[in-house]
């Protein structure tokens, strides 16, 4: 029986994740560590194979817990309804990603837009005393 498989979205996005680590991984070694480029890719290569293999099945997150940079704010402001692949594909990040910046930057704006009620409090809350 001939099984044709189907590349999934997901599947898409897993093999450009991991050949794009290994590639900057490789461009890396290269760079800072003065690697010829044969080794740089085979060590790139190997690298992303032991991170799938090693990591399958579990979900990754990378913080970038940093001020707004002029980046976020271009994305905030692109973003619209449908277009995070486009935006993800312009910026070299994941469409997860493009959506965390939003919600970041949004949260910052309302954050600046509409201050806290308590900021400037000295109130301990997990005693009950003010």
Known sequence: MNV?????TLDARRNEL????????ARH??????????????????LAEFVFSH???????ISSAHKLS????????????????EIAKDYGISFVRVYQIYRRVLAAAR????????????????????
Request: proline share 1%; aromatic share 8%; hydrophobic share 35%.
């Open 55 to 61: 990591w399958n099945g579990q979900s990754i997150y």
């Open 70 to 85: 002029k980046r976020d704010l271009e994305i905030y402001h692109r973003m619209g309804r449908g277009n995070a692949d």
């Open 18 to 25: 991991f050949a794009d680590m290994a590639e900057q991984a």
């Open 29 to 46: 070694l290269i760079e800072k560590h003065a690697f010829d480029q044969e080794m740089a890719v085979d060590v790139g290569n190997d």
């Open 4 to 8: 044709d498989l189907v590349e999934t």
């Open 111 to 130: 954050a600046k837009a509409q201050p806290s009620l308590f900021d400037g409090t000295e109130s301990d809350l997990s005693t009950g005393d003010n």
